[in-house]
Nanobody, 126 residues
Framework: QAQLVESGGGLVQPGDSLRLSCAAS????????MGWFRQAPGKAREFVAA????????YYADSVKGRFTISRDKSKSTVHLQMNSLKPEDTAVYYC????WGAGISLMKDSGYDYWGQGTQVTVSS
């Protein structure tokens, strides 16, 4: 059964950087669009970033635009989220997800994603 596994979370100070990774196992997600979502305590899950199947088109939430970068390595079936200039409000559990049929701005909605990872905690605090 195909699975997504996130890694790279941790505790950092404001202004620091982290790189999250999402590895696929038990299946290929090379033809899937991939997305990152996050959920802070007491808040709804929200979109962070997405990348289409080819890796040529990306989408970002306004709150992370210019600070976060999503990329994918199709040969390794991995997706990365480089997070720079982290802020306390970036604190959340970050989830990786795969969408076989989604495209365009629909990738900013979590309802279309077929597979989800278990999440990795990111805490930004001084």
């Amino acid at each position: 059964q195909a699975q997504l596994v996130e890694s790279g979370g941790g505790l950092v100070q404001p202004g620091d950087s982290l790189r999250l990774s999402c590895a696929a196992s038990g299946g290929s997600f090379s033809n899937h669009a991939m997305g990152w979502f996050r959920q802070a305590p007491g808040k709804a899950r929200e979109f962070v970033a997405a990348i289409n199947w080819s890796g040529l088109v990306t989408y970002y939430a306004d709150s992370v635009k210019g600070r976060f970068t999503i990329s994918r390595d199709k040969s390794k079936s991995t997706v990365h989220l480089q997070m720079n200039s982290l802020k306390p409000e970036d604190t959340a559990v970050y989830y990786c997800a795969a969408d076989r049929w989604g495209a365009g701005i629909s990738l900013m909605k979590d309802s279309g994603y077929d597979y989800w990872g278990q999440g990795t905690q990111v805490t930004v605090s001084s």
